[in-house]
Structures are given as structure tokens and as C-alpha cells.
């Protein structure tokens, strides 16, 4: 069975920041660690960029519209690229095949008699991009999500009928617990939807930055409302509308968003996906909010975290490893340099670090750099069949996205090694003349790093890949069948010096975040 992963497709009326590259890496993570395992993986990332906001936001640059579309999208492309994260697509609202799926999806939608045209009077948030009714308001003015003050526009619109779809989804959340992970979070949707849905009104005629009506329906005058577009993008990526080429990915195995987009996610979304009599995904994954020592990240506070600043100090997959393993997933974190450098230079520098540079260096020392394993079960099946455990139990907490318990896990594999090296201790076994005992203990250590590279490899790609090149074999799905599904050891290591991975940081990289 296939896969599909995506993210939210991030609006471009502002760089990216940490909380896109957090989405980001926990989206690449999963798909890479499908694709280590052989499944066939879509991943889709890209930018959202029609609506008031983000005309609003070309014109606040003095640039046209299309042209300050172009240079963000650009923007976050070329982060990802430099980030190295394995997106097969990267789509854009603007494209011309998008367009075309959401007009299809547009008329399927009308055809069945779920779209009317009808007026819209209302209370307006252009940040959100978000009617809300009366009640919904802080004191009669103020956006409930942002905080921002709202506009009452009135205009006529073509409204989707989602109070159709109450009981369907109803139903289905109850029969489909892991439809919203974690599963903490789908209560306040199906209170959401028990509190009654209102119709949505999906177009604008209030400005023209949208995707046009469909030829069909001939009504200039509108342009569809930005979430109906946007969230079309998982399925028009895949060439609905159009070719339907990689049609055969949907439904989506997971899409992660951040949980202040989750309501648009877990109703809207489905409730389209319903009318247009396609299946839905299988999973919403809903992520926290990331802060900054503590505090909002905010453009006015002057606390923004960049992911290329955090990257050009730090290195893009310590990042990753940091917040990967900082944060369960679906709860709040705190980026602060001070667990970041700790979690550096305890977990990287020490446990994974050293023990690579101790294996290289007594493997040379004793051996040559060659080794092989012939004596490992011999005189650690113990340490094997601890190892063996360890690595079995790893699939269940990445499909759980519990990425923080699996390197958790994943680190007791290094607990192991170094105890098996402070207990045998090679550098005795030599003295006394035992150099297969001795040398059996540096294959265990050198086959725990081997396995242990293979299954952070998704976290953190081009580490393990120097890992795994200093060891003499290479990650891919072949050696994870190998050596993690089938449990063998590997023959022959002909190890390689390399720099240290993880130089210890004494001092914070960069500049600490302004205090409040
Ligand atoms: O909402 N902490 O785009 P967007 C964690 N275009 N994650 C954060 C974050 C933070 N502080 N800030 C942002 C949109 N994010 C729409 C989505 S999808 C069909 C359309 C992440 O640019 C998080 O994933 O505002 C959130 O959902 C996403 O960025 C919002 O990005």
C-alpha cells in the first residue's frame, strides 16, 4: 500500500520561520522513514498564495502580486532544498493545474447541489481569512484565533453546504478514533461540529487575488474563497482535475498541520472531500505551538526564530534533532538555545559521538580499521538480543508519531555500547592476549551504531549517511531489510576516520532573544 504525506502549504506573505520548518522536518522525517521501508511515498509541501492577506501584503512591498508571490514561494523552495528535505512535489496555489483541479472540484461540487448562491453578511478577519458570527467575537470586534480587530462585509456569495455533512462526520470521527492525532485534540472538533455548522461561504467578491469561477458557471464577478482553494491542493498536487497521474496516493496517510489550523483540516476538509465522493485521510496529525524562551514569537517582539539563522549557527539536523526529540508530538515546545546546546552536547556529542570516534579509534589501533563480526553473538548475545528488542519496538512509536519516545528508544541503543565497552573493556582483553574477545566487543559497538544510523536516518539523513560511509555500508531500504527486518549483523566493516559529527558548543551561537 502506498503512502502520501503532506504539510499545510504555507501562506507567502512572510518568510518561513521555525513553527514551518517544524511542520516541515516531522512531515520529511515520516516520509523518509517510509521510504526507508520501502513504501511507495508521495510527500507534498508548497506555498498558498491567493487571498486578501497576501494581496494585501504585496502591496504593504509596493510589488505586484504575482511577482511578490513568486519571490516568497521561491523563498521557502530554496530553504527546503537547502534543508535537503525530500519533497517529490512542491506545488503552488498559482500553478495553472492547481487552478484548473479546484474549478473541477468547484463544478463536482455545485453539480451535486452542495454549492448556492446566496448574500453574506458578517464579521470578517483578513488574517484569518475567517467569517465569524457575533457570539464568536471578543467584545463585539476582535478575531477569537488572532486577536485582530474584524470587518462586517456584506456580499453575495456561493455558499458550500457543510451543515449537510454534521452527522457524516460525526460518524466518522466516532468510527475513526485515529482520524485526529493525537487523539487529545478531537474533542474540541467534535464540539466544534456538535455545536452546529453553518453553511461556508466560498467565494469573494470583495477583491480578485483567487482562482476564477469555473467556465461553467460564468459568474466573474467571484473568486473562491482561499481555503476552498487551498485545501484542494492535496488532491490537484496529485493531478486531480487534470491528469490524474499519482491519483492512486489519495487518501492522504497523514497530514500534519499545526493545531490552529486543525478546524480546517478535520471539518471543512472532509466535508469536501465527501461531496467530491473521494475517501479521506487517514490521519490528521496536529502539532503544537512552538515558542521562544518561553514568549509568542512575534515580528513586533522582535523574537523571531529563523530556521536558516538556527541552521547556519547550528546545523540543519541537530535542528532536527532538537526539535524532534524536544517535543511530543501535538504538545507546546520552547525553543531555547540552552536545551538546545545541552541536548547537543550530551545526546550528539556524547552518547552518539563518542562512541563512533571510540570504535574508529580502536579499531584502528587494534585491528587496522578492519573488523569483522564473526565473534559477536559469541561473546554479546546478550547485548544482541537487548539491541534486537530495542529495534523492534521502534515502528510502533513513529507510526504513533511519537518521534520523541523512538530516539528516546533508539538511544538506549547507545546506552548499550558504551556499557558494553566500559564493561569488556577491549584495551584489557589486548593486554591479555585476547584480541578476539577484544575485537568481538568493537563489532558489537560498530553493528549497534550501524543498526542505530539506519533507523535515525530519517531524523537526521546526511549524518547517518557519514555514519554509515565511515562504516562501510550504505542506508537504504535494502540494508534496513537486512539488518533491522532480518536481524543480521553486518560482515565486514572496514571502518573510516572521520571528523567528529558533533563538536561540543560551549556558547550560544547566536544572539539570545530580546527579553520581554
Ligand atoms: O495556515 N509553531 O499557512 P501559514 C509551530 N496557508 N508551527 C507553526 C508556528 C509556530 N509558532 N507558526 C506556524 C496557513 N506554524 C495556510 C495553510 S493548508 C491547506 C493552508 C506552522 O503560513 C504550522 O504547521 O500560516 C501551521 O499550521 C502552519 O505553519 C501555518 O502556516
Redesign the pocket.
Known amino acids: 500500500m502506498s503512502k502520501y504525506i503532506t ?8 518568510e518561513a ?4 520548518a ?2 516541515t522536518f516531522i512531515a520529511d522525517s515520516m516520509a523518509r522513514y517510509e521510504k526507508l521501508k520501502g513504501e511507495d511515498t508521495y510527500f507534498l509541501t508548497g ?2 498564495e491567493h487571498g486578501q492577506k497576501i494581496e494585501e501584503s504585496a502591496q504593504k512591498n509596493g510589488k505586484p502580486t504575482q511577482l511578490f508571490a513568486d519571490e516568497i514561494s521561491a523563498g521557502f523552495k530554496n530553504l527546503w532544498d537547502e534543508f535537503e528535505i525530500d519533497y517529490d512535489k512542491f506545488i503552488r496555489t498559482t500553478d495553472e493545474d492547481h487552478k484548473k483541479g479546484v474549478q473541477k472540484a468547484f463544478e463536482v461540487m455545485y453539480a451535486k447541489g452542495d454549492i448556492y448562491k446566496d448574500f453574506y453578511e458578517g464579521h470578517y478577519c483578513v488574517s484569518c481569512e475567517t467569517f465569524f458570527t457575533e457570539t464568536q467575537l471578543v467584545d463585539g470586534e476582535f478575531c477569537p484565533d488572532c486577536g485582530r480587530s474584524t470587518n462586517i462585509i456584506k456580499e453575495e456569495s456561493y455558499f458550500f453546504k457543510l451543515s449537510k455533512y454534521e452527522d457524516a462526520l460525526l460518524k466518522y470521527y466516532a468510527q475513526n478514533p485515529d482520524f485526529i492525532m493525537p487523539r487529545s485534540r478531537a474533542s474540541e472538533v467534535i464540539n466544534f461540529v456538535k455545536g452546529g455548522l453553518r453553511d461556508l461561504s466560498v467565494t469573494r467578491t470583495s477583491f480578485t487575488w483567487g482562482v476564477q469561477m469555473p467556465e461553467s458557471i460564468k459568474d466573474d464577478k467571484h473568486v473562491m474563497y ?2 476552498l482553494d ?2 484542494m ?2 488532491i490537484t498536487a496529485l493531478g486531480y482535475g487534470t491528469d490524474e497521474a499519482n491519483m492512486h496516493y489519495w487518501p492522504a496517510s497523514i497530514q ?6 486543525l478546524r ?2 478535520a471539518i471543512y ?1 472532509p466535508a469536501f472531500l465527501m461531496s467530491l465522493d473521494l475517501p479521506l485521510p487517514k490521519h490528521i496529525g496536529a ?5 521562544r524562551d518561553g514568549e ?2 512575534s515580528k513586533s517582539k522582535g523574537n523571531v526564530v529563523s530556521p536558516r539563522e538556527v541552521a547556519n549557527a547550528y546545523g540543519v539536523e541537530n535542528l532536527r534533532y532538537f526539535m524532534l526529540r524536544e517535543v511530543p508530538f501535538g504538545q ?2 520552547d525553543f531555547s538555545q540552552r536545551a538546545f546546546i545541552d541536548r547537543i552536547n550530551s545526546e550528539l556529542s556524547n552518547d552518539l559521538g563518542n562512541l563512533l570516534n571510540r570504535i574508529i579509534g580502536m579499531s584502528g589501533k587494534y585491528s587496522n580499521f578492519e573488523i569483522d563480526s564473526v565473534n559477536v553473538l559469541k561473546y554479546h548475545k546478550k547485548e544482541i538480543d537487548a539491541v534486537n528488542i530495542i529495534l523492534d519496538s521502534l515502528d510502533t512509536f513513529m507510526e504513533n508519531i511519537q518521534i520523541h519516545r523512538y530516539l528516546e528508544e533508539l538511544w538506549k541503543l547507545f546506552s548499550i555500547g558504551n556499557k558494553a565497552i566500559e564493561e569488556h573493556a577491549p584495551w584489557v582483553k589486548m593486554k591479555e592476549n585476547k584480541k578476539d574477545e577484544a575485537l568481538a566487543t568493537v563489532a558489537l559497538v560498530a553493528n549497534i551504531l550501524a543498526k542505530a544510523s539506519i533507523m535515525l536516518h530519517p531524523v537526521m539523513p546526511r549524518t547517518t549517511n557519514t555514519i554509515a560511509d565511515a562504516l562501510s555500508f550504505s542506508i537504504n531500504s535494502s540494508s534496513y531489510n537486512e539488518f533491522i527486518i532480518d536481524k543480521k549483523l553486518l560482515k565486514l566493516f572496514n571502518i573510516k576516520v572521520v571528523p567528529p559529527l558533533f563538536p561540543r558548543i560551549e556558547e550560544p551561537l547566536m544572539p539570545e532573544a530580546p527579553s520581554a
Open positions: 504539510t499545510p502549504i504555507y501562506y507567502v506573505n512572510g520561520h521555525i513553527g514551518h517544524y511542520t506555498t498558498d482561499v481555503w487551498a485545501l491542493n492535496y500534519f498541520v499545526g493545531k490552529d489550523i480546517f483540516h476538509w502539532h503544537g505551538w512552538w515558542t509568542k514569537m507546546d515546545g
